[in-house]
């Protein structure tokens, strides 16, 4: 492997973790350190929108020709709203009533909910691939919920909802941005949306209204990595990486972003995980890589 495969490799593994680590690095603050809900997901995209789209200003990019176009515009405000701000929410409530690993492991469904999106809408048969990836898919998730207990469950079941949400929204999110990133790059993509959707989510949890808040070191450092790394630096890496490795190549590696999600939970705040909830991962993780490798249809 050349040193510019390695780069691109490095890129897409660290963009991943620093994914899966935000997601338990959000949940310490959520349940550790009492940070709001809806407070945290205010600032961290109107933070993270405005650290990428601050990227390409400093490189001398223009950022405003998305908005010259009546039929961007209105797709990228829809994209923000429903896609962006939805994705956002889910996974974070769904992280604060259960825990980071469930949560980005219920998010990963999303290529699932494509799948069936192709299916129901008649834009591609129904394989016996497809079959399998949702049978397993749907006994990985079992397993995840349950660790092989039907009578009970590991989170609390408006855990389960909102991380289902948060893989429909993902699945949303996937499929809507495709006509936006065919012409404009996917780093203003992801930044006005951020900031668009902040901007909305303000009028519900304004970011000034921290009298609630106990500001310590821990909690500052915990919304500096969240921001900075897991959001802004998470997806600037990502596609940076597409310089330097395919864009099959970085989807397979972004299957690194469930595994880190769980083992740093399981490390760092101690979650328990059974055996076979570790299989239930797997599954999920695997299905994710099955679709990776599966050359793309026409």
Not at 150 to 179: D, E
Request: proline share 4%; hydrophobic share 55%.
């Amino acid at each position: 492997m050349n040193n510019k495969r390695w780069i691109g490799v490095f890129f897409a593994l660290i963009s991943a973790a620093f994914w899966g680590i935000g997601g338990t690095v959000a949940q310490y603050l959520f349940q550790q350190q009492h940070v709001d809900v809806n407070w945290f997901v205010t600032v961290r995209l109107l933070l993270g929108g405005t650290l990428l789209v601050g990227s390409q200003v400093l490189l001398g990019k223009p950022i405003f020709n998305i908005w010259k176009t009546k039929r961007d515009a209105v797709r990228l405000v829809i994209f923000s709203i429903v896609g962006m701000l939805l994705v956002q929410y889910s996974y974070m409530l769904s992280i604060a009533l259960g825990n980071a690993a469930m949560a980005t492991l219920l998010q990963y469904l999303a290529p699932v909910f494509i799948i069936l999106f192709y299916i129901i809408t008649k834009q591609q048969p129904f394989t016996k691939l497809d079959g399998a990836l949702i049978f397993f898919t749907m006994i990985g998730t079992f397993l995840l919920l349950t660790n092989g207990d039907t009578s009970s469950l590991s989170v609390p079941v408006a855990a389960i909802v909102w991380g289902i949400i948060s893989g429909l929204a993902l699945a949303f999110y996937t499929l809507y941005a495709k006509p936006l990133l065919e012409t404009q790059s996917s780093i203003l993509v992801v930044g006005w949306a951020m900031l668009v959707a902040g901007v909305m989510f303000n009028f519900i949890a304004p970011f000034w209204q921290t009298s609630n808040m106990t500001w310590s070191t821990p909690t500052i450092v915990g919304l500096t990595f969240s921001i900075v790394c897991g959001t802004a630096l998470a997806f600037w890496l990502f596609v940076a990486s597409l310089n330097y490795i395919s864009p099959k190549e970085t989807s397979i590696f972004g299957t690194f972003e469930p595994l880190t999600a769980v083992v740093s939970s399981i490390v760092w705040l101690a979650l328990p995980f059974g055996i076979w909830q570790f299989v239930g991962a797997l599954c999920i993780i695997g299905m994710v890589l099955v679709l990776s490798l599966v050359p793309k249809k026409a």
